[in-house]
């Protein structure tokens, strides 16, 4: 998974070659699992969102997320973003992810102050 498609081409060629490139009597093989294009988020939607997270005084920043997430599909047929809260130590998408309720509830603003925005009229671009 990455932002761009050669990056990764890129990663799947080093591993090959990492795994071609063994010390006499180590073998392997790689295989693909899963072949998923990058996709992109909506740019309305994410300045709608970002606009809502200065409005309720939520810190952010834009990131690229590694995991595959039902946005990716959603984004083929419709607008789509993601909002993020912190996790502990950084861990997601493992057994000790925690985010803290707090976190949460901000994070669940930002979403509601995004919906108003929209309905308003003044999200994704309207």
């Known amino acids: 998974?990455?932002?761009?498609?050669?990056?990764?081409?890129?990663?799947?060629?080093?591993?090959?070659?990492?795994?071609?490139?063994?010390?006499?009597?180590?073998?392997?093989?790689?295989r693909l699992l899963s072949d998923n294009q990058p996709m992109p988020m909506d740019a309305g939607l994410v300045g709608t969102l970002a606009a809502a997270a200065d409005r309720v005084g939520a810190s952010h920043c834009r990131m690229v997320s590694g995991a595959g997430h039902d946005a990716a599909f959603m984004a083929r047929i419709a607008p789509a973003a993601m909002v993020f809260v912190p996790c502990r130590a950084g861990r997601s998408h493992c057994p000790e992810e925690w985010a803290e309720p707090d976190?949460?509830?901000?994070?669940?603003?930002?979403?509601?102050e995004a919906v108003l925005a929209i309905d308003a009229g003044e999200g994704l671009g309207g």
């Open 1 to 30: 998974r990455a932002p761009e498609r050669a990056a990764m081409q890129d990663f799947l060629a080093w591993v090959e070659a990492r795994v071609a490139d063994q010390p006499a009597g180590i073998t392997g093989t790689a």
């Open 103 to 112: 976190a949460i509830a901000i994070g669940a603003e930002v979403m509601a």
